[in-house]
């Protein structure tokens, strides 16, 4: 049974960093697409980063020099080293796994089968 944890979140100032982890069980990393993903109250569901199997990656524009997508094969893991936060990124932060090696175009997600349950990231001016 596939299953995604997010860990990582928390409460930073604003320029500050978190490194957010998504441990994977029941699924190989190292095939699929994966990404991440926020949700920020009162506002829809947006992509931050995604990773294709062969390592490819994309950011949305807003996250860009500042956000990085890895995965750990050894680790069976997704992460997404958070730098420079500004308040603007405070919202709840999810991993998804797709199906498919290669990620389409980074939009809000709905393609991506798999979701963990988030986890709440912070940032104070």
């Known amino acids: 049974q596939l299953h995604l944890a997010e860990s990582g979140g928390g409460s930073v100032q604003s320029g500050g960093s978190l490194r957010l982890s998504c441990a994977v069980s029941?699924?190989?990393?190292?095939?699929?697409?994966m990404g991440w993903f926020r949700q920020a109250p009162g506002k829809p569901r947006e992509g931050v980063a995604n990773i294709n199997s062969d390592g490819i990656t994309t950011y949305a524009d807003p996250v860009k020099g500042r956000f990085t997508i890895s995965k750990d094969i050894d680790k069976n893991s997704l992460y997404l080293q958070m730098d420079s936060l500004k308040p603007e990124d405070t919202a709840v932060y999810y991993c998804?796994?797709?199906?498919?090696?290669?990620?389409?175009?980074?939009?809000?997600?709905?393609?991506?089968?798999?979701w963990g349950t988030g986890t709440q990231v912070t940032v104070s001016s």
């Open positions: 029941g699924y190989t990393v190292k095939s699929y697409c």
């Open positions: 998804a796994a797709d199906r498919v090696p290669r990620c389409g175009i980074l939009t809000a997600g709905y393609e991506f089968n798999y």
